[in-house]
């Protein structure tokens, strides 16, 4: 039976329970004229007369008729059940927030909006995955994630993704309070140079772009004095040491208010990241994505943010 014909099977068996065409129009909420036209192009379909039409009584199923009726009965009540299951697996779906983020965006962005989100909406069912860039993006790419967040800087927007900038984070030069650079003003980047860095692994996405950041503003030949992903152990060992980081801003807020650290007073030109959302483009996602989405576009920020061809515009 073509897909296209239900809506005839619904129609004619309307008629028979109705005993008439006028009365199937009034329930359809259709004209009669069309409610004819369904039974003819059902009859036409099957090849058969189903109905027999007699003025001034309602028609009378013919012997196919009847057989046709208890089929269109079947494959209405199955369209039925399979329609209300399909709409209670939606439901499912559309209550699942499902996102990749980069760590520091997981840490430090993500918790208040999640906070909110489950707030006002607490049935919506939480999905997360956290990593580094590259594992963000494959999440997205496998359909594990609606959305990701990643840090990025004027790189291009992988094939077959959308993405959106919603936020920047400074990157600051820090050292414990102690340090002899604390109190000098204008340091040149080869002053810095004399010091060791603690920098993330260098095989990393986002090690190779830190390495690439500081090149950018004249530090090349740095000393490395320990190179790990746990940041929190960054922030401890440059408190107790003499090492320097090159740390987001929102990464060390805390540490900076109880002066364990202090931003040095280096003389270079700022240099950004963009906190980006990116999802798969043509590919729908959840209500509880779009959700988030909406609030986390919501949160009061000084810039604009819009679609992007490129990370960052």
Partial sequence: MLASTLRQLRV?????????????????????PSVSEHVRILEAHFGERLLERQRGRGPRMTEEGRRIYEYAASV??????VGAELA?????R????????????????LPSVLASLTKRWPHIEIRANIGRNEEVVHFVKKGDADL???????????FGFQAERIGTQCLLFVAAANH?????????????????????????DYGRRMHAMMAEIGLKNIKVGLRTQHLRAWFKLVA????????????????LARGELVVLDVATKRIDLDIVVVWRDKQPIS???????????????????GPLSRWKG
Avoid: W
Avoid at 88 to 92: E, F
Avoid at 97 to 109: G, I, K, P, Q
Avoid at 241 to 254: K, T
């Fill in 148 to 158: 990701g967040f990643v840090l990025t800087r004027n790189e291009p927007v992988p």
């Fill in 240 to 255: 107790s040491s003499q090492n320097i980081c090159f740390a987001l801003s929102g990464r060390i807020a805390s540490e």
């Fill in 180 to 204: 002899p650079l604390a109190r000098v003003k204008n340091i040149s980047p080869e002053q810095l140079t004399e010091y060791p860095f603690i920098m993330p692994n260098e095989n990393s």
């Fill in 88 to 92: 209670q697996a939606r439901a499912k």
């Fill in 287 to 305: 209500d509880a994505s779009r959700k988030f989405l909406h609030l986390i576009r919501h949160i009061p920020r000084g810039d604009t943010f």
């Fill in 12 to 32: 004619f068996k309307t008629v028979v329970d109705e005993g008439s065409f006028t009365a199937a129009a009034d329930v359809l909420d259709i004209s009669q």
């Fill in 94 to 109: 559309d209550s699942i927030l499902s996102f990749a983020a980069h760590m520091f965006v997981a840490d430090e962005l």
């Fill in 76 to 81: 209405l009540d199955e369209s039925e059940k």
